[in-house]
Structures are given as structure tokens and as C-alpha cells.
Nanobody
Framework: QVQLVESGGGLVKAGGSLRLSCSAS????????VGWFRQAPGKEHEFVVV????????YYADSVKGRFTISRDNAKNTVYLQMNSLKPEDTAVYYC???????????????WGQGTQVTVSS
């Protein structure tokens, strides 16, 4: 079992930055790909970005490409999401998830965190 906890969310003005963290306990995170998803009110989960187990491969949704950067520190069992140039449409609950597949879909991930709220004001 892997337990995931997100942190770093908050309220920020448009154009600002936040760094989210996804910390794991239980089993090591280094064996898993880690994805970030987000869910805005009334909408489905939206894929944001994924990183493979080594950190050598990443894939970003077009909506965040060039603004968000994912990274991981396997020694700390943590994955980070640096979010720059935030827009009001980035407002959502952000979830990290771990899975054995470098996936883009919700169903491809076995473990999920509880989410952290990101609110971007205009």
C-alpha cells in the first residue's frame, strides 16, 4: 500500500506561483509513475501531468505545458508540481496518484491522495 498526501495548495492571484508536494508513506514511491490530476467544481477529473519512476520522462497536458513543471525526489519519497503563471481556470482540487503505468487516465492509477485546493483569483 502507498499512502499519498498532497500539500502546498492555497489562494493565489493570477500570474502567481504555487508548488504542490505529493509525499508518500508505506511503500517507496520510486517504483511508481506519479500523475497529477485536477477536478474543478462540477467537472470530471482532468489529467495534468505524469512523471515516470526515474523522473526521466514526463508528459504534460496542453493546458499547462510551459507553465507547470513536475519533478521527483525519490530519496524523499516526494513528487513536486511547480505551477507558474497561474490562471483562474487552473482553480481546482489537485490530486496526485501513483501507478505502475505511465498513464493519462484516472483508471490507470492505483493510489490517490486526498487532494489539495488551488484557487486562482483574477
Amino acid at each position: 500500500q502507498v499512502q499519498l498526501v498532497e500539500s502546498g495548495g492555497g489562494l493565489v492571484k493570477a500570474g502567481g506561483s504555487l508548488r504542490l508536494s505529493c509525499s508518500a508513506s508505506g511503500r517507496t514511491l520510486s517504483s511508481y509513475a506519479v500523475g497529477w490530476f485536477r477536478q474543478a467544481p462540477g467537472k470530471e477529473h482532468e489529467f495534468v501531468v505524469v512523471i515516470n519512476w526515474t523522473g526521466g520522462s514526463t508528459y504534460y497536458a496542453d493546458s499547462v505545458k510551459g507553465r507547470f513543471t513536475i519533478s521527483r525526489d525519490n530519496a524523499k519519497n516526494t513528487v513536486y508540481l511547480q505551477m507558474n503563471s497561474l490562471k483562474p481556470e487552473d482553480t481546482a482540487v489537485y490530486y496526485c496518484a501513483a501507478g505502475l503505468i505511465f498513464g493519462l487516465r484516472v483508471g490507470e492509477y492505483e493510489y490517490w491522495g486526498q487532494g489539495t485546493q488551488v484557487t486562482v483569483s483574477s
